[in-house]
């Protein structure tokens, strides 16, 4: 079974911090791994997923297949990434009737960065 | 270009009642997701369509919810009859590729009274 765990519901830094974003996974097999984002009164849209290796709005994310991570960076943070974040996971291959494209996702982060 | 449209924004129904989402993914995208989210919950996958055929059901909770996609163009989901634990939002995402980017729509609130 493929399960993603996102330990922090809640974390709040100040403008100019560092943060990191925790996501765990777990997966028999090489999943893609991605990062969605939801500002207030946004719909969800995707971040960064691990096969583009982009850093995006100077968020960062590297896939760590030893320790089955995929935490999220930013040395900087800004008070327009204050959002909620999810951590998701997409199968490698098809198993029986499991399809590679449904998405599994972690409980979600809520960042508030402070002035 | 428009984006990923559900109807409605939110409903709210009686237990027991009918309840149909529809949402219209974005043109020439032959992939669409149904995902929801209970309140406390993570997002979690219901189905996908490839076209009009239901690739993959495994998240559907029970019988009391069918999903359609006739004509491979918009999808309609039907809780029916609706019970308490159903309230939650249904999202909907569409993607050109099974393993593209998927583009979700802004979730129909469902509320279960």
């Known amino acids: 079974a493929q399960r993603v765990t996102q330990p922090e519901k809640l974390l709040s830094v100040f403008k100019g911090a560092p943060v990191e974003l925790k996501c765990n996974y777990s997966?028999?097999?090489?999943?893609?791994l991605f990062w969605y984002v939801q500002y207030s009164r946004q719909r969800l849209q995707l971040l960064l997923r691990h096969i583009s290796r982009e850093s995006i709005k100077g968020f960062t994310a590297d896939l760590n297949k030893g320790e089955t991570s995929f935490h999220l960076k930013k040395p900087f943070a800004q008070e327009e990434d204050s959002a909620m974040y999810y951590c998701a996971l997409s199968g490698a291959f098809y198993a029986g009737g499991t399809s590679y494209g449904k998405l599994t996702f972690g409980q979600g982060t809520i960042l508030t960065v402070h002035p | 270009e428009a984006g990923v449209t559900q109807f409605p924004s939110h409903s709210v129904i009686e237990k027991g009642q009918t309840v149909t989402l529809r949402c219209d993914p974005i043109?020439?995208?032959?992939?669409l997701y149904w995902y929801r989210r209970v309140m406390g919950k993570e997002i979690k996958f219901l189905l996908h369509f490839v076209k009009e055929s239901k690739q993959d059901e495994s998240g559907m909770p029970n019988n009391r919810f069918l999903a359609e996609r006739t004509g491979g163009t918009y999808s309609t989901l039907k809780v029916q009859p609706a019970e308490l634990e159903d309230s939650g939002v249904y999202f909907c995402?569409?993607?050109?590729?099974?393993?593209?980017?998927?583009?979700f729509g802004p979730g129909t609130r469902l509320t279960v009274t």
């Open positions: 997966y028999s097999g090489s999943p893609e």
């Open positions: 043109s020439g995208h032959d992939n």
């Open positions: 995402a569409s993607g050109d590729r099974a393993r593209s980017e998927q583009y």
